[in-house]
Structures are given as C-alpha cells and as structure tokens.
C-alpha cells in the first residue's frame, strides 16, 4: 500500500507545536504562583519545568518516517526556595521570621515564554510552506 504524504514537514510541525502549548500552558502556571507561599503539599510553589522527546513514528518503513515532538514529562525544578525576612507573613517562620517563596523567577519565565511563542511561530510558517508546496504540486497537472 502506497502512503504519499503531500504536506512532508506538516506532522512533525504540528506535534512540536502541540508540545510548545503545553510548555506555555506550565510557564503560565509559574508566572501565576510565583509568590505563593503555601500549597496542598505544604511550603511554596515550585517551579515546574516541561521536558521533550524526539519520536521517529514508522520507523520500520523508511519511505514514511515521520519524527514528532511529544511532552516526556513535567518536572519540578530542583532548585531551593528564596528565602525573605517577613516575620509579620502568615507563612513565616516562628522563630526566625523568614518567609519561603517560589523558586520562579518571572524574567526567566517570560524569557522562556518568549522562546516558546518564537518556537511555534517557526512552525507555524513550516506548515505554511508546506501547504504552499503542495498547492503548487497540484497546480502542475493543470
């Protein structure tokens, strides 16, 4: 069975661009618990990270050897809370006054968040060319 695939790039493209919203979808998350101080879990929020894995998707047929992007996990940054000196804080220490606070830094996460737009608007003009391409071929029989 023959399996043409007339926009090549397009699947690819679409799987890095699903993967971008989710990482955009955490960085948002981040940037609106950046000064909670308590959680469920208890003690601050921390940061989560989004991490990436590269797929080949039919690989035992050469001829349609497709590599998408998928979301391998989500993770907690490692690094340690900042700690600041706000004895009157509901969430502060008793005995030294100091306060927990979120291991996120929002210029870090609006750089981050930069990257990710910039990742989908790439492609996003992937999927365009390849549409164009493909419009192009049809047009050649006419």
Do not use: C, W
Request: glycine share 4%; aromatic share 4%.
């Amino acid at each position: 069975m023959l399996n043409l695939n007339i926009l090549p790039g397009a699947e690819s493209a679409a799987s890095a661009i699903q993967a971008e919203k989710v990482r955009m979808e955490v960085i948002a998350q981040n940037i609106a618990n950046a000064n909670t101080t308590s959680t469920p879990d208890g003690g601050p929020y921390q940061r989560q990270v989004v991490r990436f894995e590269t797929i080949l998707k039919n690989e035992f047929d050469p001829s349609n050897a497709v590599q998408e992007v998928r979301v391998a996990g989500i993770e907690k940054d490692p690094r340690p809370a900042r700690e600041f000196y706000q004895p009157g804080h509901p969430d502060a220490d008793q005995e030294t006054g100091m306060v927990k606070f979120p291991n996120v830094s929002v210029h870090e996460e609006m750089a981050d968040l930069i990257s990710s737009s910039r990742a989908t608007e790439a492609n996003l003009a992937i999927i365009r060319t390849a549409r164009q391409m493909a419009l192009q071929t049809l047009d050649i029989g006419k």
